[in-house]
């Protein structure tokens, strides 16, 4: 089955330090890849997406991701991050048509 | 504001009774879904719908129902089959199918069986 994997459950990281979250999915000939940021008790919102194109997305607060085939990943980084940041993100990946399938998600923790 | 509003927030139920989780949304989307979120393993489908008067199983449908009846509703039922219900459940609608992958989320509805 196809499935998408976030290595790391939490990442803790000081403020205005650099971060890398994880994200490995399955092999597939056609692939859309998101990652999506929970705030504590609230829903998903979608952060940035690669359906095609330029393999480097980036988003609204300085987020970027870039879709890698060959290593099937689509690691999600920030130079800089905020105490705003913590969060839990979520890597998901749609497989040749296929319903979302959501990693087990990693909570990233800025301290101060 | 256009959104997906889900109610209640928090909803506290006892071993052996039903309960009905709402989600109401206007942003005019054709297809809504339920999701299932535990600690550590990401959010699993429970059911889906693409159309008014027509629904799909996701992946962990069993103890679950749902309807609907209308395109801006889609409540989702727990029923006292489902024998571990505690959890956050979350409703989610999109444009079109689940193929372009871009989900609007309600902020979910905390369910904690006693």
Redesign the interface.
């Known amino acids: 089955a196809q499935s998408v994997t976030q290595l790391d459950s939490q990442v803790p990281v000081f403020e205005e330090a650099p971060v890398e979250l994880r994200c490995n999915y399955s092999s597939s000939v056609s692939v859309y890849l998101f990652w999506y940021v929970q705030y504590p008790n609230q829903g998903l919102q979608l952060l940035l997406k690669y359906l095609s194109g330029s393999t480097l997305v980036e988003s609204i607060n300085g987020f970027e991701a870039e879709f890698n085939k060959s290593q099937t990943s689509f690691h999600l980084r920030k130079p800089s991050v905020h105490i705003s940041d913590t969060a839990e993100y979520f890597c998901a990946a749609v497989f040749a048509g296929n319903m979302l399938t959501f990693g087990g998600g990693t909570r990233l923790m800025v301290k101060p | 504001d256009g959104g997906?509003t889900?109610s209640p927030k928090y909803l506290f139920r006892k071993e052996g009774q039903n309960v009905t989780l709402s989600c109401e949304q206007n942003l005019n989307h054709d297809a809504m879904y339920w999701y299932r979120q535990d600690p550590?393993?990401?959010?699993?489908?429970i059911y889906?719908s693409q159309i008014v008067n027509d629904f799909q199983k996701?992946d962990i449908a069993e103890g679950y129902s749902v309807s609907r009846e209308k395109k801006e509703s889609f409540p989702l039922t727990v029923t006292s089959a489902q024998k571990n219900p505690t959890a956050f459940y979350?409703c989610?609608s999109s444009i079109v199918g689940?193929?372009?992958?871009?989900?609007f989320?309600?902020?979910?509805s905390?369910l904690t069986v006693l």
């Open positions: 997906i889900q550590g393993q990401g959010l699993r489908l889906y996701g979350l989610a689940l193929d372009t992958g871009e989900l989320f309600g902020e979910g905390r």
